[in-house]
């Protein structure tokens, strides 16, 4: 139920694929604040329009504008219940958008959401397909580590993965005792959600306190 009422949402309100960069951009980089010549730059698409769509995407309660000096800020709307249940379910959907060249990857990755908490894809794989490894962030409770290696270990063996997967295995206490790192900021930032966007999104918003 809870699905279909988002997926209605989105529906009603017809979001563009921009708009869905956009937010999704902001959401993730959590400790930061853009204007729209900013985001233009970093999404690669036009000033005038991002303009235009932060303050659409402003008044529809997703977005917040803050005026600093000359500049106009835009930041994720974390203070809305609703704006972070539709962050969820929008990044349920990032499952199903791997580029084919992680296509393999996620499906095998599927093994762990039995023992885990949570999953991530992160680096330069998930970029373009010239890359030496892959790495994969894990959250899971420490009494699951022997279910985890046992699956790491399936994978490996089941070679269907060319290039050597590079794995973060930590739990939510670690995770958020290292908010303030810098490595471990630019991973919550720049990923793909494999498993369990509702977590994830939770952990972003502990994270910003």
Same mark, same amino acid.
């Given at each position: 139920?809870?699905?279909?009422?988002? /997926?209605?949402? $989105?529906? !009603?309100?017809?979001?563009? =694929?921009?708009?869905?960069?956009?937010?999704?951009?902001?959401?993730? /980089?959590?400790?930061?604040?853009?204007?729209?010549?900013?985001?233009? +730059?970093?999404?690669?698409?036009? /000033?005038?329009?991002?303009?235009?769509?932060?303050?659409?995407?402003?008044? +529809?309660?997703?977005?917040?504008?803050?005026?600093?000096? !000359? @500049?106009?800020?835009?930041?994720?709307?974390?203070?809305?219940?609703?704006?972070?249940?539709?962050?969820?379910?929008?990044? @349920?959907?990032?499952?199903?958008?791997? %580029? =084919?060249?992680?296509?393999?990857?996620? /499906?095998?990755? =599927?093994?762990?959401?039995?023992?885990?908490?949570?999953?991530?894809?992160?680096?330069?794989?998930?970029?373009?397909?010239?890359?030496?490894?892959?790495?994969?962030?894990?959250?899971?409770?420490?009494?699951? @580590?022997?279910?985890?290696? +046992?699956?790491?270990?399936?994978?490996?063996?089941?070679?269907?993965?060319?290039? %050597?997967?590079?794995?973060?295995?930590?739990?939510? =206490?670690?995770?958020?005792?290292?908010?303030?790192?810098? $490595?471990?900021?630019?991973?919550? @930032?720049?990923?793909?959600?494999?498993?369990?966007?509702?977590?994830?999104?939770?952990?972003?918003?502990?994270?910003?306190?």
């Amino acid at each position: 139920m809870y699905v279909l009422r988002i /997926h209605m949402v $989105v529906n !009603n309100i017809h979001f563009t =694929k921009i708009e869905i960069e956009i937010i999704k951009f902001l959401f993730k /980089h959590y400790k930061d604040k853009y204007n729209a010549r900013q985001l233009a +730059k970093l999404l690669k698409i036009n /000033h005038t329009h991002t303009n235009k769509l932060c303050n659409l995407l402003t008044d +529809k309660k997703l977005l917040v504008r803050e005026e600093l000096g !000359n @500049s106009i800020l835009f930041y994720y709307n974390y203070d809305d219940k609703l704006a972070i249940k539709f962050m969820g379910y929008i990044l @349920s959907l990032e499952e199903n958008e791997f %580029p =084919k060249w992680l296509q393999v990857l996620a /499906h095998s990755l =599927k093994k762990f959401k039995s023992c885990i908490e949570m999953g991530i894809v992160f680096g330069s794989s998930i970029k373009n397909n010239d890359f030496n490894d892959i790495d994969v962030l894990l959250m899971y409770s420490p009494e699951k @580590s022997r279910e985890v290696k +046992k699956i790491k270990d399936e994978i490996r063996r089941s070679e269907l993965i060319e290039k %050597p997967i590079r794995y973060v295995d930590i739990s939510e =206490k670690d995770m958020l005792s290292n908010k303030e790192d810098k $490595v471990f900021y630019s991973i919550l @930032s720049n990923n793909l959600v494999f498993y369990n966007s509702e977590k994830y999104v939770e952990v972003i918003t502990k994270c910003r306190k």
